[in-house]
């Protein structure tokens, strides 16, 4: 069965500092993966995703990952955070056909001080 | 804005009582999915509609039930409802042919029961 494993539960870092949130996740067959952000009393916003092609996606707000499957990692970084980005992040993966529901992992918080 | 819309915003309601959350999903999506987010249990998988058809199931409790009208909204009935039913029920849309599995979550519904 699939499973996401995000391995820090909480990041701080300051201000104009690079970060990088890890994401793994355990599953046979192929996969699709997703990082969504949670800001405070919000949604779910899609940060970018993994469907197929290059293993290097970018998406909005500067984010950035990159598909390993060797790994079996989808690690989400950007080089320069904004007090802005402080918020929730989660991992999410799908597999299989198309319309199957999300795994999400249990987030990380992202916590940016000046 | 995701293009996906869920009523109401917050729900406070007691112990036993039943409650209705409606979705509707984005304009061209097929698909709606039913999440719940507890602070015990993370991201949850609950059901999902395709069409007006259940499609897939996920820990959702014999008490909850939904359904998808044929102008594709949604509908979550909450019934017999308990303490630890409270928690954020987002609903999220996808396949459109185009992008059949990117799934676009609502605002989510704040449910308290007290």
């Known amino acids: 069965a699939q499973s996401v494993t995000q391995l820090d539960s909480q990041v701080p870092v300051f201000e104009e500092a690079p970060v990088e949130l890890r994401c793994n996740y355990s599953?046979?067959?192929?996969?699709?993966l997703f990082w969504y952000v949670q800001y405070p009393n919000q949604g779910l916003q899609l940060l970018l995703k993994y469907l197929s092609g290059s293993t290097l996606v970018k998406g909005i707000n500067g984010f950035e990952a990159e598909f390993n499957k060797s790994q079996t990692s989808f690690h989400l970084r950007k080089p320069s955070v904004h007090i802005s980005d402080t918020a929730e992040y989660f991992c999410a993966v799908s597999e299989g056909q198309a319309g199957t529901a999300l795994i999400f992992g249990k987030g990380t918080t992202l916590s940016v001080s000046s | 804005d995701s293009g996906v819309t869920q009523t109401p915003k917050h729900l406070i309601t007691a112990t036993g009582q039943r409650v209705t959350l409606r979705c509707s999903p984005r304009s061209g999506d097929l698909s709606v999915y039913w999440y719940q987010q507890s602070l015990d249990q993370g991201l949850q998988f609950l059901i999902q509609?395709?069409?007006?058809?259940?499609?897939a199931k996920g820990n959702i409790l014999e008490r909850f039930s939904a359904q998808q009208f044929p102008d594709l909204h949604s509908e979550l009935n909450l019934s017999s409802l308990e303490l630890g039913d409270s928690a954020l029920y987002f609903c999220?849309?996808?396949?459109?042919?185009?992008?059949?599995?990117?799934?676009?979550f609502g605002p989510g519904t704040r449910l308290l029961v007290l």
């Open positions: 999220a849309s996808s396949e459109r042919p185009t992008d059949p599995r990117t799934q676009y």
């Open positions: 599953s046979s067959v192929s996969v699709y």
């Open positions: 509609y395709y069409n007006g058809e259940e499609r």
